[in-house]
């Protein structure tokens, strides 16, 4: 049997990519990792800084490597190693003083490397003038310091800062091979295994979380709460919840729970896609063990209104991103189920 897959791991393309680098023996003043959260863009960016510093340079000619044993290495590994820094939002946001600090531990040379990683993870949540900063930062960079930026995609980053950067693209897993996996090597049932793949996007972690796997960081039981989300959604489409306190109960409680609030908005978002696909492919629908619910529900949304609460629901997620209060935005948008 084929060992597990590995819930972290990058793309084998930008294995590729990063191993050239390194072969060629150069290094760009900055580069950036695009692709989701759990594609391995923060454990690329360790392992690539490991082996630039690794201290046993045979191994690292040999197959572009690191030896992971070296002092180097370990200290890499660890987090503790004096020439590796790390910038992350704060508050869902990367400030100026976050990146003028970074300038200030640059100004000298590397203390034990041979070269100084940054790296400024989420680097698409920098303010504008945080932004403005680090172009300033990459058009004279620090002697032998390099910077890796993570984010979604490109286009959340100024086009001055990409254009001074090297592009490393993650792709996700594909679906059908997560969906394999949680099957042959987790013993997730096919139907849930489909569904949870299919939340995945891409990734093998977040598949995990909506199979309810256990050994998580996350303990919720996504299964069971994305039955009690589509429920409620569900509820509130038919009308039977016509005097609104149930809406607002379950809005209090999404508020409250608010670690757990972005991927309930997937949930909604995921199921409310559904009734609209199911109308002509039911076949599409992601939510496929609640396919019953769908097809009882299906008649009570218009599809013209159905696209109007997706399009809604876009507007809402940037809100609460922008740290917007959670319990007046949510019931702005869960009143308009009743108009």
């Not at 393309?13 to 072969?23: D, F, G, M, Q, S």
């Not at 990792?33 to 863009?41: A, I, L, N, V, Y």
Request: hydrophobic share 40%; glycine share 6%.
């Amino acid at each position: 049997m084929a060992a597990p897959m590995d819930t972290t791991a990058p793309s084998p393309e930008a294995e590729t990519v990063l191993k050239t680098i390194v072969k060629n023996g150069q290094i760009p003043n900055a580069l950036v990792f695009t692709g989701q959260k759990d594609s391995g863009r923060k454990q690329a960016a360790i392992g690539f800084a490991q082996t630039i510093n690794c201290q046993k340079d045979d191994r690292i000619s040999a197959d572009g490597k690191p030896c992971h044993q070296c002092p180097s290495c370990r200290k890499t590994a660890s987090g503790a190693h004096p020439d590796i820094l790390s910038v992350v939002p704060e508050n869902g946001i990367i400030r100026t003083a976050q990146i003028k600090n970074i300038f200030s531990s640059t100004s000298t040379r590397p203390h034990e490397g041979k070269r100084r990683m940054v790296v400024i993870e989420d680097a698409d949540m920098m303010n504008r003038e945080a932004s403005n900063s680090l172009l300033k930062i990459l058009e004279e960079p620090p002697l032998r310091t390099f910077f890796v930026l993570t984010a979604k995609n490109l286009t959340d980053l100024l086009p001055t800062i990409v254009s001074r950067c090297r592009h490393v693209r993650f792709k996700p897993v594909p679906a059908k091979t997560i969906q394999q996996t949680l099957v042959t090597d987790h013993g997730v049932e096919p139907v849930l295994a489909a569904v949870a793949a299919e939340y995945g996007e891409g990734s093998l972690n977040r598949a995990m979380m909506f199979a309810s796997l256990p050994g998580r960081e996350d303990p919720t039981d996504w299964v069971q709460r994305r039955k009690w989300i589509i429920g409620q959604i569900s509820e509130m489409i038919t009308g039977k919840n016509t005097d609104c306190l149930a809406m607002l109960a379950f809005t209090e409680r999404l508020s409250k729970e608010a670690h757990l609030l972005d991927n309930s908005m997937v949930v909604i978002r995921t199921w409310l896609r559904d009734l609209a696909v199911y109308r002509f492919s039911p076949e599409q629908i992601v939510n496929r063990d609640h396919a019953d619910g769908l097809q009882k529900i299906c008649g009570c949304l218009p599809l013209e209104k159905g696209l109007s609460l997706i399009e809604e629901l876009h507007g809402v997620e940037k809100k609460l991103q922008a740290n917007t209060i959670p319990r007046l935005t949510l019931e702005s948008f869960f009143l308009k189920f009743y108009t």
